[in-house]
């Protein structure tokens, strides 16, 4: 960069030597006495040279932005879509599955001697710890964007790691610890950067590239119960996590090689740490959506955690509420993919209200008379539809709010 504005220079003073040649012949012969300072001239070559410089940048900005992978499609769009998919199946879709391990400590020792409520805490523990973390791991990508790729891979061992630990609980305070706290930070570390990053990959299709990522939860929350309601069947519960810690160290190691940022990420430099933009927190529509986001986790998570329990509970066996909470958690990932592709079409708020008053009067409705399998099902597909892909509004409006503060 140096030696071509030093060679711009000169071309610039080469040019302008004839020129303040022949003003200066005219200088000495002008009849009318009106002469041109040769400092004037050598001045404006001067303000030419530094723009040499300045285009020279502007060009080299514009090769760096042609050489970006393209937003909206492309294979690596895609491939960080589809792992992303993978994630989010491990990360959320074992911590839907919990209500089996829930219905098998409730019922077998050395955790049946503790109340429910304690039993409980542990999946609402994980759950709870990310949903809320994520939001102050963003603002920490946000500020130093080159922390976020070792942070993933530290999280992915608090993740499997803690899964793994629990496995030699004695009591149920250390399955709250290890599965339920430990677990949910480890989680949502290693999530949030598919957050982060979605927005460089996708504008036009974001929510439909968000709903397909979020699906990864309901495909998740469709496999994870079948295959720990085996496993708890044929090994037992400590078995069962350590080969659900090893399975996810595996496919989520996997995964975080193909989940990057699409934009470079340099590392800041002491003093020119990049400031994040915090105004959107006093934004009257962040606080209208995370409230509404808040009440319909309140009505969405006893579903999605105590199905297999209220199935029990009606005296079905303990394979029909596995296979509940499984068509539960697919019926969810249909309603993700259509819902997203709606959210590209038409304003968000319409998703939000559809899905809200639909998944209401399921509830209202349906809920409370189905007292056989069969009602149950009908329940679960039209609420978990619904409800479930109330997330789907949450990358178009998430655009909308930092719109408003950019």
Known sequence: MHQEAQLGSDIELQRFEPTA???????????????????????????????????????????????????????????????????????????????????????????????????????????????LEVIFLIIAHERWPHITRPMTWAALALFSGSLFLSSFATKISHLIILQGILFGIGGSALYAPVIVWLSEWFVRRRSLAGSIIFGGSGVGGALFPVLVNVLLTKVGWRWTLRTCALIIAVCAGAALWFIKARIPVSRNQPGQVKPVNMKFLKT????????????????????????????????????????????????????????????????????????????????????GFAHTLSLIFVFVVIFGGLSGGFSSIWPPASAEIAGMTS
């Open 21 to 131: 040649t022949t003003l200066g012949s005219t200088r000495i012969g002008n009849l009318d006495g009106k002469t041109t300072p040769f400092s004037a001239e050598v001045s404006h070559a001067q303000e030419q040279v530094t723009e040499v410089p300045e285009s020279i940048a502007e060009s080299q900005n514009r090769q760096n932005a042609t050489a970006l992978p393209p937003v909206d499609g492309g294979i690596e769009a895609w491939t960080f879509v589809a792992a992303a998919f993978v994630l989010e199946a491990l990360v959320w879709g074992f911590g839907y599955s919990y209500g089996v391990f829930q219905d098998f400590y409730t019922h077998n020792p050395p955790f049946n001697t503790s109340s429910e409520t304690a039993i409980a805490a542990v999946g609402t523990a994980g759950l709870a710890i990310q949903y």
């Open 284 to 367: 009257p529509l962040f606080l209208v959506v995370a409230t509404t986001i808040f009440i319909q986790a309140i009505a969405y998570f006893p579903v999605a955690l105590y199905m297999p329990t209220y199935t029990t509970a009606l005296g079905l066996p303990i394979i029909d509420g596995t296979l509940v909470l499984a068509v539960f958690n697919i019926a969810s990932v249909v309603g993700q993919i259509i819902f997203g592709y709606l959210c590209d079409r038409m304003p968000y708020a319409r998703v939000m209200i559809f899905s809200g008053v639909g998944s209401a009067l399921s509830a209202y409705l349906l809920w």
